[in-house]
């Protein structure tokens, strides 16, 4: 069965520092998706993307995200000078076009600790 | 009112019994609903989609009410693999590209 990928499956960087975390959605999916989850609470939606450019984005996605599709294959998200607060799970989800009923499929996720 | 909100549990429900999660969303426009799994530490996968009708998958039956604005999950003959978090799930957005989980209900299944 087709799956998300997501690298690294765990990243740890120095606060202020910049980061990249990669996936490769489901190949004939065109919504892409990342989420969020601080340890022990819940799965918080950052943003959505269609034909190469965002849908929608929530208010946690401020300047300092951004998400780029920079080939056909890899859909990143940046985090440009990081936060402690930033430390959570990430997750990126993609799902196929059509029916407004086809479910998101996750990636394993990345870890990201901001220490 | 929240977007998407759940009992967050959790629920002791004895092996073999019968357990019912509600959870509500605020934006009666909204189009698709689901039932996602959350293992500890796992990516959410998808237990199923919510159909106007109503629809079942074997030990799980999942319901709509759009005049209420509620969707449930009922599982029967409850086994040890179901213990889990169950998250609903919500297209919020006008052009279905804002999906919005629920906080999850935590079923513990004792044997």
């Known amino acids: 069965e087709p799956e998300v990928t997501q690298t690294p499956s765990h990243q740890v960087t120095q606060m202020g520092q910049e980061v990249i975390l990669r996936c490769v959605p489901i190949?004939?999916?065109?919504?892409f998706y990342w989420y969020r989850q601080i340890l022990g609470q819940k799965v918080e939606f950052l943003v959505s993307f269609y034909n190469n450019e965002i849908s929608e984005k929530s208010e946690i996605f401020d300047d300092q995200f951004s998400v780029e599709r920079p080939d056909g294959s890899n859909f990143t998200l940046k985090i440009r000078s990081t936060k402690l607060e930033d430390s959570a799970m990430y997750f990126c989800?993609?799902?196929?076009?059509?029916?407004?009923?086809?479910?998101?499929?996750f990636g394993n996720g990345t870890r990201l600790t901001v220490t | 009112r929240k977007e998407v909100e759940q009992d967050p549990g959790p629920f002791n429900v004895p092996e073999g019994a019968t357990v019912a999660f509600n959870c509500t969303y605020s934006n009666s426009a909204s189009q698709s609903f689901f039932w996602y799994r959350q293992d500890c530490r796992k990516e959410p996968k998808l237990l199923m989609s919510v159909y106007s009708s109503g629809n079942e998958d074997g030990r799980f039956t999942a319901q709509l009410n759009r005049a209420s604005q509620y969707i449930s999950l009922l599982i029967r003959d409850s086994k040890l693999s179901d213990s889990a978090t169950y998250l609903c799930?919500?297209?919020?957005?006008?052009?279905?590209?804002?999906?919005?989980f629920g906080k999850g209900t935590r079923l513990h299944i004792l044997p």
């Open positions: 989800a993609s799902r196929e076009q059509g029916s407004y009923n086809s479910p998101l499929h």
């Open positions: 190949s004939n999916h065109l919504y």
């Open positions: 799930v919500v297209n919020m957005g006008n052009r279905d590209d804002k999906i919005i």
